[in-house]
């Protein structure tokens, strides 16, 4: 009878679980969309209408507040606090949880500029009727543009901000998901002695 003496290696450490890892992936994505809404608004959307005339202006403009209003873009614009309040409430003891936190906060910001000027201002420019039949449309265009425009840019950064943390909380997430549960190992590789 012959005994194998070849070392073999030691059975792989189980890894800690991940409690937040779907929605946070839920949380990265649904944001990272919104966030590249408001970015093609900011670089080519707006500037791209910009050049047009203002009844084209404000009857586009028209077009698109109604057409945003659809459940695929409500899914991920409303998604994405949702899911990474419940990232940040279920990463709330670990050391990603903060970068998590980090992102609900800026992504928050967002929706209060959404809700409190770009609304708003889509409502403004809705109630001011046909652009056909709009008296002064330069004016109408002048009122909505400058605002909408430049907070959209603020908009756009604060979601690309909490895109940005997000990953970094996944990352973070992934390291410690590599690392091995303390003491398992220890107790593996002891057995084997």
Do not use: K
């Not at 419940?86 to 903060?98: H, K, S």
């Amino acid at each position: 009878m012959t005994t194998d003496s070849t070392p073999r290696p030691a059975p792989a450490a189980p890894r800690s679980p991940r409690p937040g890892g779907p929605a946070l992936g839920v949380a990265a994505l649904t944001t990272g969309l919104t966030a590249g809404s408001f970015f093609v608004f900011a670089c080519a959307v707006m500037p791209g209408l910009g050049r047009g005339t203002d009844r084209a202006y404000i009857e586009v403009m028209q077009h698109i507040n109604e057409v945003i209003q659809n459940p695929v873009f409500l899914a991920a614009f409303l998604g994405a606090p949702l899911s990474t309040a419940y990232a940040a409430w279920r990463l709330r003891r670990a050391p990603a949880g903060r970068w998590v936190l980090a992102a609900l906060v800026a992504y928050g910001a967002a929706v209060a500029l959404t809700s409190g000027v770009h609304v708003p201002l889509n409502d403004a420019l809705a109630a001011a009727g046909d652009p056909a039949r709009i008296a002064d449309p330069a004016a109408v265009r002048a009122d909505f543009e400058g605002p909408w425009v430049a907070w959209n840019a603020v908009r756009a950064v604060l979601c690309a901000l909490a895109f940005g943390l997000l990953c970094r909380a996944l990352v973070a997430c992934g390291a410690l998901a590599a690392q091995p549960v303390v003491g398992v190992a220890a107790a593996g590789s002891n057995a084997r002695r």
